[in-house]
């Protein structure tokens, strides 16, 4: 858990563990890592098929040499192996870290896939202290393509920054350019948001550029669940990337957002995507009530016709 990188917008810094033993803020290696690997065996038995994500409660590659020195084995070797042998899970590391060198060694598999999180380079001195710059990130994620893995891309938190004469649509054109030359299978697109406003104030506290959150709304969205930024620049920012990307490589989504705001975007929502086999949806997802829910409601927002 945790992460060395500092970035402004980290939700992790109001994660109540966090908040109550803040040296583990930086991050941690528990003690009974031994009892995580059983678990993911047993997890692994499971018929039906699921996608773990290493990156939520923490950045998912930045720890390989702490699991080196701690266990032995960086945790990239302890976790692939155990997904390439098999052909019915897949896991997904998601990233701000070019720490490439334990996993360069091994085999590449289609059960894995590396998932950067990239912003513009100004955005990133501004609002990221520590992880690399994020053309140093893509540089990671080209090799580790060249060398046969599946990569995707994470383009979040998008800002609608304008100040100290850098403006959001050059630096996001750039980004999507080299996004573009590097052709990863997916792109997810997120905005700037905040569960509460709680994070500005603990982001001060930690030393962080706060600044960041006066550009998000005074009241959480429609459905209660985000402060974000104003609709309307949202849709505007999401149908700038998405025009932009190369779809003809790569696949655009939006992650945890309104079937609306797929519409207003531009965008046939297209169930969860980050379980996507490919660029299909998988047929459990299809069967879910919730789904179908959707799809019966405006057809042409749900999967394709290929997928029915
Ligand atoms: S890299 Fe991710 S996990 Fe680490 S501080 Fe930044 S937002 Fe948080």
New binding site residues.
């Given amino acids: 858990m945790g992460?060395p990188?500092?970035?402004a917008?980290?939700f992790?810094q109001i994660v109540p563990y966090f908040r109550f033993n803040k040296k583990y803020l930086m991050g941690l290696v528990y003690r009974n890592w031994d009892q995580m690997l059983a678990e993911l065996d047993e997890w692994l038995s499971a018929t039906t098929a699921r996608m773990l994500l290493v990156g939520e409660l923490?950045?998912g590659l930045v720890f390989d040499n702490a699991y080196k020195a701690i266990t032995g084995k960086a945790l990239t070797h302890h976790l692939i192996p155990r997904f390439a042998a098999q052909r019915r899970h897949r896991l997904i590391f998601l990233t701000?870290s070019t720490l490439i060198k334990h996993a360069r060694h091994l085999q590449p598999t289609p059960q894995v896939v590396f998932s950067w999180?990239v912003n513009v380079e100004y955005a990133a001195r501004r609002w990221?202290i520590g992880?690399p710059l994020p053309s140093r990130r893509l540089r990671a994620a080209m090799e580790m393509k060249k060398r046969g893995w599946t990569v995707r891309i994470r383009l979040d938190p998008i800002i609608p920054y304008d100040e100290n004469g850098e403006h959001w649509r050059d630096g996001y054109a750039q980004i999507i350019d080299q996004i573009n030359e590097l052709g990863p299978e997916m792109v997810t697109i997120g905005a700037l948001r905040a569960t509460s406003t709680a994070l500005g104030t603990v982001a001060a506290k930690n030393g962080r550029a706060a600044d960041i959150f006066r550009y998000l709304t005074a009241e959480k969205d429609p459905s209660g669940f985000k402060y974000r930024i104003p609709f309307d620049k949202q849709v505007e920012m999401y149908r700038f990337v998405v025009e932009r990307l190369d779809r003809r490589r790569t696949v655009p989504a939006l992650c945890k957002e309104d079937v609306s705001v797929w519409k207003a975007a531009g965008l046939r929502f297209n169930g969860c995507h980050c379980l996507l086999e490919g660029t299909q949806v998988p047929r459990e997802l299809m069967s879910a009530g919730s789904f179908k829910a959707v799809i019966e409601k405006d057809p042409r927002d749900g999967i394709s016709s290929e997928t029915r």
């Fill in positions: 992460c990188f500092r970035c917008y980290c992790l923490q950045d701000k999180s990221e992880p």
